[in-house]
């Protein structure tokens, strides 16, 4: 009766880790906002080898330069180098919503930038407010991915073209597949 609890016992604790494709194929990364009301997307597969059209860098202790609880959600288009992004400095994962105008950051950065190579590349990168907030903000543990996931909205401004730039109805989701230290 003992081997057969323990049997069992021991069935139930490796039957709640799911093979990892199993997981991935309920999550995927995404990175979509409207720029000035046309869509953008983040899109893979462009003539820039390498390119990460989905990019979450989370750094909770200082590393080369870049301060202790740093975020950063973008989304590059890998065919036009049509990019958008938002950095949070001080971030604090427990806070799951920030005013990008808020007293409570360190500091905060938003992007948007376009251009038919990186190299002349037209940034609207002034902040004049807007929002992001987090539905899910955990990374990997033993069994399953993590996943990393929000809306956000933003307006910058490009001060020598005298341009503003509306980037709404902003949504994203990273799968982190590592644990953070």
């Not at 950063?72 to 065919?79: D, I, K, P, R, T």
């Not at 500091?107 to 807007?130: H, K, M, R, T």
Request: glycine content about 10%.
């Amino acid at each position: 009766m003992k081997q057969l609890l323990f049997l069992s016992t021991l069935l139930l604790v490796f039957a709640g880790c799911k093979d990892n494709e199993e997981v991935e194929t309920k999550l995927f990364p995404y990175f979509y906002c409207k720029v000035n009301g046309q869509n953008f997307a983040g899109v893979p597969s462009g003539p820039f080898t390498g390119c990460d059209p989905w990019r979450l860098n989370y750094f909770q202790s200082e590393f080369n330069g870049i301060p202790t609880s740093t975020v950063g959600v973008n989304g590059l288009n890998c065919q036009t180098f049509e990019q958008v992004g938002i950095a949070l400095w001080g971030f604090d994962p427990s806070t799951l919503e920030y005013d990008l105008c808020d007293a409570n950051l360190d500091s905060c950065g938003v992007l948007y930038g376009s251009s038919p190579d990186l190299a002349d590349q037209i940034l609207f990168e002034s902040n004049v407010g807007g929002f992001i907030e987090f539905d899910r903000f955990y990374d990997r543990n033993s069994c399953e991915n993590g996943v990393v996931s929000g809306t956000f909205e933003f307006t910058a401004t490009n001060e020598e073209l005298d341009s503003t730039v509306h980037v709404t109805e902003g949504r994203f989701q990273y799968i982190i597949d590592y644990e953070w230290y």
